[in-house]
Protein backbone atom coordinates (compact mmCIF):
# COMPACT_ATOMS: atom_id res chain seq x y z
CA UNK A 1 0.00 0.00 0.00
CA UNK A 2 1.40 3.42 -1.02
CA UNK A 3 0.15 6.29 1.25
CA UNK A 4 2.24 8.82 -1.29
CA UNK A 5 0.86 11.42 -3.07
CA UNK A 6 2.31 11.59 -6.93
CA UNK A 7 3.44 14.59 -8.02
CA UNK A 8 0.41 15.64 -9.83
CA UNK A 9 -1.77 15.22 -6.90
CA UNK A 10 0.83 17.53 -4.75
CA UNK A 11 0.37 20.09 -7.41
CA UNK A 12 -2.85 20.04 -7.35
CA UNK A 13 -2.93 20.14 -3.27
CA UNK A 14 -0.63 23.22 -3.49
CA UNK A 15 -2.58 25.10 -6.64
CA UNK A 16 -5.63 24.93 -4.26
CA UNK A 17 -4.10 25.55 -1.13
CA UNK A 18 -2.34 29.11 -3.24
CA UNK A 19 -5.82 30.22 -4.30
CA UNK A 20 -7.66 29.88 -1.17
CA UNK A 21 -4.94 31.04 0.87
CA UNK A 22 -4.12 34.96 -1.34
CA UNK A 23 -7.45 34.82 -2.74
CA UNK A 24 -10.12 33.34 -1.10
CA UNK A 25 -9.09 33.85 2.57
CA UNK A 26 -8.81 37.80 2.58
CA UNK A 27 -12.81 38.16 1.85
CA UNK A 28 -14.06 34.87 4.12
CA UNK A 29 -14.87 36.58 7.14
CA UNK A 30 -16.40 39.50 5.36
CA UNK A 31 -18.87 37.18 2.90
CA UNK A 32 -19.70 35.03 6.07
CA UNK A 33 -20.99 37.93 8.18
CA UNK A 34 -22.65 39.50 5.32
CA UNK A 35 -23.95 36.31 3.76
CA UNK A 36 -22.41 37.18 0.43
CA UNK A 37 -22.25 34.76 -2.75
CA UNK A 38 -18.46 34.62 -4.20
CA UNK A 39 -19.23 35.26 -7.79
CA UNK A 40 -15.74 36.29 -8.62
CA UNK A 41 -13.86 33.42 -6.19
CA UNK A 42 -16.51 30.75 -8.36
CA UNK A 43 -15.34 32.35 -11.69
CA UNK A 44 -11.67 32.17 -10.93
CA UNK A 45 -11.96 28.34 -9.41
CA UNK A 46 -13.82 27.60 -13.14
CA UNK A 47 -10.73 29.10 -14.47
CA UNK A 48 -8.25 27.30 -12.53
CA UNK A 49 -10.41 24.21 -13.53
CA UNK A 50 -11.78 23.61 -10.00
CA UNK A 51 -15.42 23.79 -10.85
CA UNK A 52 -15.42 20.98 -13.37
CA UNK A 53 -12.21 18.66 -11.72
CA UNK A 54 -13.29 14.68 -12.19
CA UNK A 55 -14.83 15.60 -15.82
CA UNK A 56 -13.24 14.88 -19.11
CA UNK A 57 -11.05 17.02 -20.82
CA UNK A 58 -13.22 16.04 -24.04
CA UNK A 59 -16.38 17.90 -22.44
CA UNK A 60 -14.07 20.92 -21.07
CA UNK A 61 -13.32 19.34 -17.61
CA UNK A 62 -9.68 18.68 -15.81
CA UNK A 63 -9.53 14.80 -16.52
CA UNK A 64 -8.36 14.21 -12.91
CA UNK A 65 -8.96 11.74 -10.28
CA UNK A 66 -11.55 11.64 -7.56
CA UNK A 67 -8.40 11.90 -5.00
CA UNK A 68 -7.42 15.30 -6.54
CA UNK A 69 -10.96 16.60 -6.04
CA UNK A 70 -10.86 15.56 -2.65
CA UNK A 71 -7.48 17.56 -1.87
CA UNK A 72 -8.35 20.54 -3.90
CA UNK A 73 -11.75 20.37 -1.50
CA UNK A 74 -9.88 19.80 1.53
CA UNK A 75 -7.83 23.25 1.02
CA UNK A 76 -10.27 25.27 -0.31
CA UNK A 77 -12.88 23.93 2.78
CA UNK A 78 -10.23 24.69 5.31
CA UNK A 79 -10.08 28.36 4.23
CA UNK A 80 -14.30 28.93 3.37
CA UNK A 81 -16.24 25.64 3.72
CA UNK A 82 -18.95 28.13 1.54
CA UNK A 83 -16.76 27.74 -1.54
CA UNK A 84 -16.18 24.05 -0.82
CA UNK A 85 -19.69 23.59 -1.17
CA UNK A 86 -20.68 25.54 -4.12
CA UNK A 87 -17.17 23.49 -5.93
CA UNK A 88 -18.83 20.46 -4.17
CA UNK A 89 -22.25 20.77 -6.08
CA UNK A 90 -21.12 21.82 -9.01
CA UNK A 91 -18.28 18.61 -9.41
CA UNK A 92 -19.72 16.10 -7.95
CA UNK A 93 -23.53 16.26 -8.34
CA UNK A 94 -24.42 18.18 -11.00
CA UNK A 95 -21.11 17.51 -13.72
CA UNK A 96 -20.78 13.41 -12.37
CA UNK A 97 -24.80 12.91 -13.53
CA UNK A 98 -24.36 14.91 -16.57
CA UNK A 99 -21.18 13.15 -17.37
CA UNK A 100 -22.52 9.71 -16.69
CA UNK A 101 -25.96 9.69 -17.83
CA UNK A 102 -26.17 12.87 -20.49
CA UNK A 103 -26.94 12.56 -24.18
CA UNK A 104 -24.39 13.94 -26.88
CA UNK A 105 -27.03 16.70 -26.34
CA UNK A 106 -27.01 17.49 -23.14
CA UNK A 107 -23.26 16.85 -22.32
CA UNK A 108 -22.33 19.94 -25.30
CA UNK A 109 -24.80 22.00 -23.91
CA UNK A 110 -24.80 21.60 -20.24
CA UNK A 111 -22.14 19.81 -19.20
CA UNK A 112 -19.49 21.94 -21.05
CA UNK A 113 -20.17 25.02 -19.41
CA UNK A 114 -20.58 23.65 -15.90
CA UNK A 115 -17.15 21.82 -15.83
CA UNK A 116 -15.16 24.99 -17.98
CA UNK A 117 -16.97 27.51 -14.47
CA UNK A 118 -18.73 29.46 -17.09
CA UNK A 119 -22.17 28.05 -15.90
CA UNK A 120 -23.14 26.82 -12.30
CA UNK A 121 -24.96 24.12 -11.24
CA UNK A 122 -27.89 22.74 -8.70
CA UNK A 123 -29.03 19.81 -7.93
CA UNK A 124 -32.63 19.51 -6.93
CA UNK A 125 -33.91 16.23 -4.82
CA UNK A 126 -35.01 17.91 -1.12
CA UNK A 127 -38.40 19.25 -0.54
CA UNK A 128 -40.86 20.43 2.55
CA UNK A 129 -41.31 16.73 3.12
CA UNK A 130 -39.19 14.63 1.90
CA UNK A 131 -35.55 14.96 2.98
CA UNK A 132 -34.10 12.22 4.21
CA UNK A 133 -37.30 10.08 3.04
CA UNK A 134 -36.00 10.95 -0.59
CA UNK A 135 -38.27 8.46 -2.04
CA UNK A 136 -41.16 10.16 -0.89
CA UNK A 137 -41.22 12.65 -4.16
CA UNK A 138 -44.56 15.24 -4.01
CA UNK A 139 -42.90 17.45 -7.02
CA UNK A 140 -44.47 15.92 -10.36
CA UNK A 141 -44.08 16.13 -14.03
CA UNK A 142 -47.14 14.99 -16.59
CA UNK A 143 -46.30 14.55 -20.04
CA UNK A 144 -47.73 16.75 -22.77
CA UNK A 145 -46.74 16.09 -26.25
CA UNK A 146 -43.31 15.70 -26.67
CA UNK A 147 -43.23 18.11 -23.43
CA UNK A 148 -43.10 17.47 -19.55
CA UNK A 149 -45.25 20.01 -17.27
CA UNK A 150 -43.64 20.17 -13.57
CA UNK A 151 -45.38 21.45 -10.24
CA UNK A 152 -44.08 21.42 -6.94
CA UNK A 153 -41.39 22.72 -4.57
CA UNK A 154 -38.01 21.70 -4.18
CA UNK A 155 -36.35 23.06 -0.61
CA UNK A 156 -32.49 24.00 0.59
CA UNK A 157 -31.14 24.21 -2.79
CA UNK A 158 -27.61 25.14 -2.39
CA UNK A 159 -26.79 27.86 -5.68
CA UNK A 160 -30.58 27.83 -6.15
CA UNK A 161 -29.82 31.13 -6.68
CA UNK A 162 -27.27 31.64 -8.48
CA UNK A 163 -27.04 28.48 -10.82
CA UNK A 164 -28.06 28.14 -14.72
CA UNK A 165 -28.76 24.91 -14.64
CA UNK A 166 -30.61 22.86 -12.39
CA UNK A 167 -31.29 18.82 -11.85
CA UNK A 168 -34.60 18.45 -10.64
CA UNK A 169 -36.30 15.29 -9.42
CA UNK A 170 -39.86 14.69 -10.14
CA UNK A 171 -42.65 11.69 -9.66
CA UNK A 172 -43.78 10.74 -13.15
CA UNK A 173 -45.10 7.67 -11.96
CA UNK A 174 -46.60 7.85 -8.64
CA UNK A 175 -47.94 4.00 -8.62
CA UNK A 176 -44.17 2.99 -9.21
CA UNK A 177 -42.58 5.03 -6.50
CA UNK A 178 -39.01 5.28 -6.49
CA UNK A 179 -38.90 3.59 -10.25
CA UNK A 180 -41.24 5.54 -11.26
CA UNK A 181 -39.01 9.47 -10.09
CA UNK A 182 -37.53 11.31 -13.57
CA UNK A 183 -34.78 13.71 -13.64
CA UNK A 184 -34.83 16.34 -15.04
CA UNK A 185 -32.40 19.26 -16.63
CA UNK A 186 -34.16 22.65 -16.39
CA UNK A 187 -32.53 25.95 -16.91
CA UNK A 188 -32.97 29.03 -14.97
CA UNK A 189 -35.82 31.78 -16.84
CA UNK A 190 -37.63 28.66 -17.70
CA UNK A 191 -41.62 30.07 -17.49
CA UNK A 192 -43.13 28.49 -13.94
CA UNK A 193 -39.90 28.50 -12.53
CA UNK A 194 -38.99 30.63 -9.95
CA UNK A 195 -37.19 30.82 -6.83
CA UNK A 196 -37.56 31.48 -3.02
CA UNK A 197 -36.03 34.08 -0.62
CA UNK A 198 -32.03 33.16 0.16
CA UNK A 199 -31.99 31.27 3.57
CA UNK A 200 -30.48 33.22 6.52
CA UNK A 201 -28.40 29.99 8.01
CA UNK A 202 -25.99 29.35 10.54
CA UNK A 203 -23.37 28.35 8.68
CA UNK A 204 -21.33 28.48 4.87
CA UNK A 205 -23.51 31.68 4.89
CA UNK A 206 -21.63 32.93 1.89
CA UNK A 207 -23.18 29.57 -0.24
CA UNK A 208 -26.72 30.70 -1.46
CA UNK A 209 -29.69 28.42 -0.34
CA UNK A 210 -33.57 28.16 -1.39
CA UNK A 211 -36.71 26.59 -2.27
CA UNK A 212 -37.48 26.23 -5.43
CA UNK A 213 -40.88 26.50 -7.07
CA UNK A 214 -42.48 24.91 -10.50
CA UNK A 215 -45.66 26.14 -11.42
CA UNK A 216 -46.53 24.43 -14.77
CA UNK A 217 -42.91 24.72 -15.57
CA UNK A 218 -42.73 22.97 -19.32
CA UNK A 219 -39.47 21.65 -19.97
CA UNK A 220 -38.50 19.60 -23.74
CA UNK A 221 -38.50 15.67 -23.29
CA UNK A 222 -35.13 16.01 -24.52
CA UNK A 223 -33.85 17.32 -21.00
CA UNK A 224 -34.60 14.21 -19.46
CA UNK A 225 -31.37 12.94 -17.45
CA UNK A 226 -30.83 9.21 -18.86
CA UNK A 227 -34.78 7.56 -18.76
CA UNK A 228 -37.86 8.22 -17.22
CA UNK A 229 -38.10 6.31 -14.24
CA UNK A 230 -34.48 6.18 -13.69
CA UNK A 231 -34.30 9.38 -11.53
CA UNK A 232 -33.86 7.61 -8.02
CA UNK A 233 -31.14 5.76 -9.43
CA UNK A 234 -29.53 9.16 -10.81
CA UNK A 235 -30.24 10.54 -7.50
CA UNK A 236 -28.98 7.72 -4.79
CA UNK A 237 -25.46 6.59 -7.14
CA UNK A 238 -24.90 10.79 -7.61
CA UNK A 239 -24.90 11.38 -4.12
CA UNK A 240 -22.54 8.09 -2.81
CA UNK A 241 -19.91 10.47 -4.87
CA UNK A 242 -21.28 13.24 -3.47
CA UNK A 243 -20.91 12.29 0.01
CA UNK A 244 -16.86 11.97 -0.65
CA UNK A 245 -17.07 15.77 -1.32
CA UNK A 246 -18.54 16.44 1.68
CA UNK A 247 -16.12 14.28 3.77
CA UNK A 248 -13.44 16.41 2.33
CA UNK A 249 -15.18 19.61 2.74
CA UNK A 250 -15.67 18.34 6.69
CA UNK A 251 -11.89 17.41 6.38
CA UNK A 252 -10.98 20.61 5.81
CA UNK A 253 -12.70 22.49 8.93
CA UNK A 254 -11.76 19.78 11.06
CA UNK A 255 -7.89 20.57 9.65
CA UNK A 256 -8.75 24.40 9.85
CA UNK A 257 -9.66 24.18 13.74
CA UNK A 258 -6.95 21.55 14.61
CA UNK A 259 -4.32 24.35 13.04
CA UNK A 260 -6.02 27.13 14.50
CA UNK A 261 -5.78 25.78 18.21
CA UNK A 262 -2.30 24.64 17.51
CA UNK A 263 -1.25 27.89 16.90
CA UNK A 264 -2.92 29.59 19.75
CA UNK A 265 -1.93 27.05 22.32
CA UNK A 266 2.00 28.13 21.35
CA UNK A 267 1.46 31.87 22.00
CA UNK A 268 -1.96 32.32 24.77
CA UNK A 269 0.02 31.82 28.55
CA UNK A 270 -1.57 30.95 31.52
CA UNK A 271 -0.05 29.98 34.81
CA UNK A 272 3.31 31.47 33.59
CA UNK A 273 3.91 29.31 30.32
CA UNK A 274 2.02 28.77 27.17
CA UNK A 275 -1.19 26.51 27.35
CA UNK A 276 0.44 24.04 25.16
CA UNK A 277 3.02 22.89 27.87
CA UNK A 278 -0.02 22.10 29.91
CA UNK A 279 -1.24 18.28 29.39
CA UNK A 280 -4.97 19.04 29.47
CA UNK A 281 -4.35 21.05 26.43
CA UNK A 282 -1.77 18.64 24.82
CA UNK A 283 -4.15 15.70 25.18
CA UNK A 284 -6.87 17.46 23.52
CA UNK A 285 -4.64 18.13 20.37
CA UNK A 286 -3.43 14.52 20.35
CA UNK A 287 -7.35 13.58 19.83
CA UNK A 288 -7.44 16.55 17.73
CA UNK A 289 -4.75 15.30 15.60
CA UNK A 290 -5.49 11.39 15.61
CA UNK A 291 -9.53 11.84 14.32
CA UNK A 292 -8.27 14.10 11.70
CA UNK A 293 -5.55 11.62 10.69
CA UNK A 294 -8.40 9.10 10.12
CA UNK A 295 -10.93 11.47 8.96
CA UNK A 296 -8.62 12.01 5.43
CA UNK A 297 -7.77 8.57 5.69
CA UNK A 298 -10.95 7.46 5.06
CA UNK A 299 -11.62 9.82 2.91
CA UNK A 300 -9.18 9.35 0.60
CA UNK A 301 -9.73 5.85 0.42
CA UNK A 302 -13.48 6.20 -0.25
CA UNK A 303 -11.76 8.56 -3.39
CA UNK A 304 -9.41 5.67 -4.26
CA UNK A 305 -12.28 3.40 -4.18
CA UNK A 306 -13.95 5.00 -6.75
CA UNK A 307 -10.49 5.76 -8.68
CA UNK A 308 -10.34 1.94 -8.99
CA UNK A 309 -14.01 1.70 -9.57
CA UNK A 310 -14.42 -0.25 -6.53
CA UNK A 311 -17.79 -0.49 -5.00
CA UNK A 312 -17.92 2.44 -2.43
CA UNK A 313 -21.26 3.26 -1.25
CA UNK A 314 -20.55 2.29 2.08
CA UNK A 315 -17.11 3.75 1.96
CA UNK A 316 -18.35 7.29 1.16
CA UNK A 317 -21.16 7.12 3.42
CA UNK A 318 -17.84 5.86 6.71
CA UNK A 319 -15.84 9.05 5.20
CA UNK A 320 -18.99 11.67 5.88
CA UNK A 321 -20.48 10.26 8.59
CA UNK A 322 -16.87 10.15 10.73
CA UNK A 323 -15.54 13.32 9.08
CA UNK A 324 -18.70 14.99 9.73
CA UNK A 325 -18.42 14.20 13.28
CA UNK A 326 -14.97 15.60 13.59
CA UNK A 327 -15.49 18.60 12.16
CA UNK A 328 -17.53 19.35 14.52
CA UNK A 329 -15.69 18.02 17.73
CA UNK A 330 -12.40 19.34 15.98
CA UNK A 331 -14.07 23.11 16.27
CA UNK A 332 -15.87 22.79 19.37
CA UNK A 333 -12.47 21.49 20.86
CA UNK A 334 -11.28 24.64 18.73
CA UNK A 335 -13.04 26.80 20.73
CA UNK A 336 -12.35 25.77 24.39
CA UNK A 337 -8.56 26.37 23.67
CA UNK A 338 -9.33 29.70 22.71
CA UNK A 339 -11.08 30.34 25.59
CA UNK A 340 -13.30 33.09 25.48
CA UNK A 341 -11.19 34.27 22.53
CA UNK A 342 -12.82 31.47 20.69
CA UNK A 343 -16.51 32.89 21.16
CA UNK A 344 -16.00 35.86 18.72
CA UNK A 345 -15.39 36.66 15.30
CA UNK A 346 -11.94 37.86 15.24
CA UNK A 347 -10.46 34.44 15.84
CA UNK A 348 -12.42 32.61 12.96
CA UNK A 349 -12.87 29.44 15.08
CA UNK A 350 -16.33 29.72 16.09
CA UNK A 351 -17.40 29.98 12.44
CA UNK A 352 -15.66 26.61 11.68
CA UNK A 353 -17.89 25.22 14.56
CA UNK A 354 -21.05 27.23 12.55
CA UNK A 355 -19.82 25.90 9.06
CA UNK A 356 -19.00 22.42 10.21
CA UNK A 357 -22.56 21.39 11.51
CA UNK A 358 -24.27 20.93 8.00
CA UNK A 359 -21.40 18.45 7.07
CA UNK A 360 -24.05 16.28 9.56
CA UNK A 361 -27.30 17.34 8.36
CA UNK A 362 -27.15 17.68 4.03
CA UNK A 363 -26.08 14.91 1.48
CA UNK A 364 -27.85 12.43 3.74
CA UNK A 365 -28.05 13.13 7.85
CA UNK A 366 -25.54 11.23 10.00
CA UNK A 367 -28.50 8.60 10.66
CA UNK A 368 -29.08 8.04 6.81
CA UNK A 369 -25.49 7.23 6.82
CA UNK A 370 -25.84 4.88 8.93
CA UNK A 371 -27.87 3.52 7.36
CA UNK A 372 -26.36 3.10 4.67
CA UNK A 373 -23.70 1.87 6.14
CA UNK A 374 -26.04 -0.72 7.91
CA UNK A 375 -27.68 -1.93 5.07
CA UNK A 376 -24.22 -2.69 3.26
CA UNK A 377 -22.82 -4.29 5.85
CA UNK A 378 -25.18 -6.65 6.50
CA UNK A 379 -25.49 -7.36 2.45
CA UNK A 380 -21.64 -8.40 2.98
CA UNK A 381 -23.22 -11.12 5.77
CA UNK A 382 -25.57 -12.80 3.36
N1 LIG B 1 -26.49 3.86 -3.75
C1 LIG B 1 -27.17 3.31 -4.78
N2 LIG B 1 -28.47 2.96 -4.69
C2 LIG B 1 -29.07 3.16 -3.50
C3 LIG B 1 -28.42 3.73 -2.39
C4 LIG B 1 -27.06 4.08 -2.54
N3 LIG B 1 -26.36 4.64 -1.56
N4 LIG B 1 -29.31 3.80 -1.36
C5 LIG B 1 -30.46 3.31 -1.81
N5 LIG B 1 -30.32 2.92 -3.10
C6 LIG B 1 -31.33 2.31 -3.97
C7 LIG B 1 -31.78 0.95 -3.45
O1 LIG B 1 -30.92 -0.08 -3.90
C8 LIG B 1 -33.18 0.85 -4.05
O2 LIG B 1 -33.09 0.53 -5.41
P1 LIG B 1 -33.86 -0.76 -6.03
O3 LIG B 1 -35.29 -0.64 -5.61
O4 LIG B 1 -33.65 -0.61 -7.50
O5 LIG B 1 -33.19 -1.94 -5.43
C9 LIG B 1 -33.66 2.29 -3.99
O6 LIG B 1 -32.51 3.12 -3.92
C10 LIG B 1 -34.55 2.57 -2.80
O7 LIG B 1 -33.83 2.21 -1.66
P2 LIG B 1 -34.51 1.73 -0.35
O8 LIG B 1 -35.56 0.71 -0.67
O9 LIG B 1 -33.42 1.33 0.59
O10 LIG B 1 -35.27 3.07 0.09
P3 LIG B 1 -35.50 3.69 1.52
O11 LIG B 1 -36.56 4.68 1.32
O12 LIG B 1 -35.67 2.63 2.54
O13 LIG B 1 -34.07 4.41 1.86
C11 LIG B 1 -32.42 6.17 1.60
C12 LIG B 1 -33.44 5.24 0.94
C13 LIG B 1 -31.08 5.47 1.63
C14 LIG B 1 -32.78 6.58 3.00
C15 LIG B 1 -32.41 7.39 0.66
O14 LIG B 1 -33.71 7.95 0.61
C16 LIG B 1 -31.41 8.45 1.06
O15 LIG B 1 -30.24 8.32 0.75
N6 LIG B 1 -31.88 9.55 1.74
C17 LIG B 1 -31.04 10.70 1.99
C18 LIG B 1 -31.25 11.71 0.90
C19 LIG B 1 -30.08 12.61 0.71
O16 LIG B 1 -28.93 12.23 0.90
N7 LIG B 1 -30.34 13.83 0.25
C20 LIG B 1 -29.31 14.73 -0.08
C21 LIG B 1 -29.88 15.83 -0.96
S1 LIG B 1 -28.62 16.65 -1.89
C22 LIG B 1 -27.81 17.60 -0.81
O17 LIG B 1 -28.03 17.56 0.36
C23 LIG B 1 -26.75 18.48 -1.44
C24 LIG B 1 -26.12 19.41 -0.50
O18 LIG B 1 -26.54 19.57 0.60
C25 LIG B 1 -25.00 20.17 -0.88
P1 LIG C 1 -35.62 15.09 7.97
O1 LIG C 1 -35.49 14.07 6.91
O2 LIG C 1 -36.98 15.58 8.32
O3 LIG C 1 -34.90 14.57 9.27
C1 LIG C 1 -35.14 15.12 10.57
C2 LIG C 1 -34.35 14.27 11.57
O4 LIG C 1 -34.87 12.91 11.57
C3 LIG C 1 -32.87 14.14 11.22
O5 LIG C 1 -32.08 14.09 12.39
C4 LIG C 1 -32.79 12.80 10.49
O6 LIG C 1 -31.52 12.19 10.55
C5 LIG C 1 -33.83 12.00 11.30
N1 LIG C 1 -34.35 10.87 10.52
C6 LIG C 1 -35.11 10.92 9.40
N2 LIG C 1 -35.36 9.69 8.95
C7 LIG C 1 -34.72 8.82 9.79
C8 LIG C 1 -34.60 7.40 9.87
N3 LIG C 1 -35.17 6.60 8.97
N4 LIG C 1 -33.88 6.87 10.89
C9 LIG C 1 -33.29 7.67 11.81
N5 LIG C 1 -33.37 9.03 11.79
C10 LIG C 1 -34.07 9.59 10.80
N6 LIG C 1 -30.96 19.13 -0.70
C11 LIG C 1 -30.88 19.05 -2.05
O7 LIG C 1 -31.60 18.27 -2.66
N7 LIG C 1 -29.99 19.81 -2.73
C12 LIG C 1 -29.15 20.69 -2.12
O8 LIG C 1 -28.36 21.37 -2.79
C13 LIG C 1 -29.24 20.82 -0.70
N8 LIG C 1 -28.47 21.73 -0.04
C14 LIG C 1 -28.69 21.94 1.30
C15 LIG C 1 -28.04 23.01 1.94
C16 LIG C 1 -28.33 23.30 3.26
C17 LIG C 1 -27.67 24.45 3.93
C18 LIG C 1 -29.27 22.50 3.97
C19 LIG C 1 -29.65 22.82 5.40
C20 LIG C 1 -29.87 21.42 3.35
C21 LIG C 1 -29.60 21.14 2.01
N9 LIG C 1 -30.26 20.12 1.34
C22 LIG C 1 -30.17 20.01 -0.01
C23 LIG C 1 -31.24 19.29 2.04
C24 LIG C 1 -30.61 18.21 2.90
O9 LIG C 1 -30.11 17.19 2.13
C25 LIG C 1 -31.69 17.73 3.89
O10 LIG C 1 -31.88 18.78 4.83
C26 LIG C 1 -31.32 16.45 4.57
O11 LIG C 1 -31.28 15.39 3.66
C27 LIG C 1 -32.29 16.12 5.73
O12 LIG C 1 -33.63 16.23 5.33
P2 LIG C 1 -34.68 17.10 6.22
O13 LIG C 1 -34.05 18.42 6.42
O14 LIG C 1 -35.98 17.03 5.55
O15 LIG C 1 -34.70 16.37 7.61
Redesign the pocket.
Known sequence: MDFNLTEEHLLIQQAAREFAENEAAPSAVDRDINAEFPHDLVKKMGELGFMGMMVSPEYDGSGLDTVSYVLAMIEISKVDASLG?IM??NNS?VCYGLEEWGSDYQKEKYLKPLARGDKLGA?A??EPEA??????QHTSAVKKGDRWIINGVKN???NGINADYYLVFAQTDRVKR??GITCFIVEKGTPGFTHGKKEDKLGIRSSDTCSLLFENCEVPEENILWEVGKG??V???T??G??IG?AAQACGIAEASFSAAVKYSKTRKAFGTEISNLQAIQFKLADMSVNLEAAKLLTLKAAFLKDKHIDY?EA??TAKLYSSKVAVENSLEAIQIHGGYGYVREYLVERYLRDAK?TE?????SE?QR??IA??ILKHFE
Not at 361 to 365: C, R
Open positions: VSVLFLSGSDATHWITHKFNAMNLNGRIIAAIIYEGTIIVRE
